[in-house]
């Protein structure tokens, strides 16, 4: 079975900073796909990030950014520039990939990190 | 707005009432999944469907625990004898044939069982 682990139950940034939340997981598979999911105050959980476990290149979207290392089982999220909307509870998750016999495309979840953005 | 609704979005029940939840999908999705989070944790995985299929059932879903998704459209979730323990958010993802790594939640239906 697959665990993920997010060792910062809570995170604070200034507007306009940087911040890392760490990811690692565990899993003996060699397919697989990684997310953050980003979960406002009341709010739906969105996708933020995805991140293939075959693909060396890291990915990014706008102000969002992933350290993948695949031999570390890790998987950072960056955001720059951080901003107001920004606080919300960020889940890590893992999801098994068809080629290795994950054909439910169900997630594994993280505990989440809760990151407020400070003015 | 992921395009998923959920309803209600709160309940609160008695210990041992039957409760029941509802999920609306994005329609064109062939995929649904209910997850429960509690307080303090991550989502966990219960149960999906395909089309009216339910294909996997974890084992955190008891007896009391029943979902249906009739002619692959909507589903609900039931529970019976609700008790204390309970208490959580529920939450409804779908996912599409095009964009299958990619699950789209809906608002969750938090649950307070007193």
């Known amino acids: 079975a697959q665990t993920v682990t997010q060792s910062q139950p809570e995170m604070s940034v200034q507007e306009a900073e940087t911040v890392t939340l760490s990811c690692t997981y565990d899993?003996?598979?060699?397919?697989?796909?990684l997310f953050w999911y980003k979960q406002p105050p009341s709010r739906q959980m969105i996708l933020v990030i995805r991140?293939?476990?075959?693909?060396?290149q890291n990915a990014t979207e706008n102000r969002f950014s992933v350290n993948f290392q695949k031999a570390a089982k890790s998987f950072s999220l960056k955001i720059s520039d951080s901003q107001l909307g920004d606080t919300a509870m960020y889940f890590c998750?893992?999801?098994?990939?068809?080629?290795?016999?994950?054909?439910?495309?169900?997630?594994?979840f993280g505990k989440g990190t809760l990151l407020t953005v400070n003015p | 707005d992921t395009g998923v609704s959920q309803n209600p979005r709160h309940k609160i029940t008695k210990r041992g009432q039957n409760v029941t939840f509802r999920c609306d999908p994005i329609s064109e999705h062939n995929r649904l999944y209910w997850y429960r989070q509690t307080l303090g944790q991550g989502p966990e995985f219960l149960t999906y469907?395909?089309?009216?299929?339910?294909?996997?059932k974890s084992r955190l879903l008891s007896d009391r625990f029943s979902a249906e998704r009739p002619k692959g459209s909507f589903s609900t979730l039931e529970i019976q004898r609700t008790e204390q323990g309970d208490s959580a958010m529920y939450l409804c993802a779908t996912r599409g044939l095009t964009t299958q790594e990619t699950q789209y939640f809906g608002p969750g239906t938090r649950l307070l069982v007193l």
């Open positions: 991140q293939e476990a075959y693909k060396q």
């Open positions: 469907f395909q089309n009216e299929a339910q294909l996997e």
């Open positions: 998750a893992f999801m098994k990939h068809v080629y290795s016999g994950g054909s439910n495309y169900k997630l594994t």
């Open positions: 899993t003996s598979e060699n397919n697989y796909y």
